[in-house]
């Protein structure tokens, strides 16, 4: 079992282009998150989904989206990359909503020049 | 607004006992969870409370007050790969996540 798998590992990409990052888990579990993570802040949640077909906006939504078509795949994109959303990205999952344990995936380090 | 605070860093003794504390003002409270962050991996679950007081597992024990709005995490007999970052964070009412920056945990043999 994988449990949350993230594509790609790391990347540069030119400002102004389009990224979509990947998140996949194995687990069957209903609610699924994304977060960037910048040194010296907390994890800071940009969107979530508590079931397949729905999604929310967390604390900081703007510049990404985010689908969720079906209950393993949860991806978000960056449709115009700026130097700001350089990061490392998280995706993570738990069972359900609310006070759940969340399983992290490996993360995405985006470098946006 | 919502915020919780920990020690940016600490720095302990291989074999030794630290206690990172974290105190919390959020709108609602419905859990508390440490997570380990080691550096260039992802967080990873430890402990969770949601009543007041110790959860112990293993080397690892987690106290929680909810009327002081108060938690600590205490870390025993440290071992060199407890080098990490030690991540509070809190469930609000809303049961949205509210994080923590982080503790950096620097152990010296």
């Known amino acids: 079992i994988a449990g949350i798998t993230q594509a790609p590992t790391s990347q540069i990409l030119a400002a102004g282009r389009r990224m979509t990052l990947r998140c996949t888990q194995d687990?069957?579990?209903?609610?699924m998150y994304w977060y960037r993570q910048d040194l010296g802040l907390g994890l800071r949640l940009i969107h979530y989904?508590?079931?397949?077909?729905?999604?929310g906006k967390g604390e900081v939504p703007d510049g990404y989206s985010v689908s969720r078509a079906n209950t393993d795949d949860f991806p978000l994109t960056l449709a115009s990359a700026v130097p700001s959303q350089t990061s490392v990205y998280f995706c993570?999952?738990?069972?359900?909503?609310?006070?759940?344990?969340?399983?992290f995936g490996p993360g995405t380090r985006l470098l946006v020049l | 607004g919502q915020n919780i605070d920990q020690p940016t860093e600490m720095t302990a003794t291989e074999g030794a006992i630290v206690q990172i504390n974290c105190t919390y003002q959020?709108?609602?409270?419905?859990?508390l969870f440490w997570y380990q962050q080691h550096a260039g991996e992802a967080p990873t679950f430890l402990s969770y409370?949601?009543l007041d007081g110790l959860e112990e597992k293993g080397r690892f024990s987690s106290f929680l007050s909810r009327s002081k709005g108060y938690s600590y995490l205490l870390l025993k007999e440290l071992q060199m790969k407890d080098s990490a970052s030690y991540l509070c964070?809190?469930?609000?009412?809303?049961?949205?996540?509210?994080w923590g920056a982080g503790t950096k945990l620097i152990i010296k043999p």
């Open positions: 989904s508590n079931t397949a077909g729905t999604t």
């Open positions: 964070t809190v469930t609000d009412s809303n049961y949205q996540l509210i």
């Open positions: 959020t709108s609602g409270f419905n859990g």
């Open positions: 687990m069957r579990h209903n609610a």
């Open positions: 409370n949601v």
């Open positions: 993570a999952s738990s069972e359900g909503q609310g006070a759940e344990t969340q399983y």
